[in-house]
């Protein structure tokens, strides 16, 4: 039989779901993966990486930004990042039930509650607004809340902190 006009539609119209599906999981599998990796790390390295980039973003806000913007998967590190801490309470990858539990125990730990600390006002921060940061064709992302994390403190420092946060960044030098 020669194929009609409609059985070459619905040809090319499963071949696009197919293709559809087969991006889908892959990119599915890139974040359980990204996830994965991020829970091999202790909580101390977690605040640490936390810290860290919370540091260039006070710092050098064009850059953090730019990072994130260019890199997709440092931004999901990030914001699973923020669950392994207790910044978070939803993850943004699924997680097994164990992780979830360690998350809520180091959240108990260092933040003293069950759920997790309110974040702080991104403008607070001098951070822009989401419409702010927007380009045509741009997605806008929520960046991740580090805002909670001691500057310059070190992750074992980190674990029995009590007060201490959001230390100002240092005088800026004018360039000569």
Do not use: C, Y
Not at 148 to 172: C, D, H, K, R
């Amino acid at each position: 039989p020669i194929p009609t006009m409609a059985d070459r539609l619905a040809m090319l119209r499963e071949q696009e779901a197919a293709a559809k599906a087969r991006a889908a999981a892959a990119e599915a599998a890139e974040r359980a993966e990204v996830g994965r990796l991020m829970e091999t790390l202790t909580p101390q390295q977690v605040i640490h990486i936390l810290g860290e980039f919370q540091r260039l973003a006070i710092r050098v806000p064009e850059v953090a930004r730019a990072l994130l913007a260019e890199n997709q998967q440092l931004a999901l590190a990030l914001q699973h990042a923020q669950f392994l801490a207790g910044i978070t309470e939803e993850p943004p990858v699924p997680t097994e039930p164990e992780v979830t539990e360690r998350a809520r125990n180091v959240r108990e730990k260092l933040w003293g509650t069950s759920t997790a600390p309110a974040p702080p006002h991104p403008t607070a921060l001098g951070a822009p607004r989401p419409e702010q940061m927007a380009q045509p064709g741009m997605m806008v992302m929520q960046p991740p809340v580090v805002a909670l994390v001691p500057i310059g403190s070190t992750a074992p420092q980190m674990m029995g902190a009590t007060a201490g946060f959001m230390q100002p960044p240092p005088p800026a030098t004018p360039p000569p």
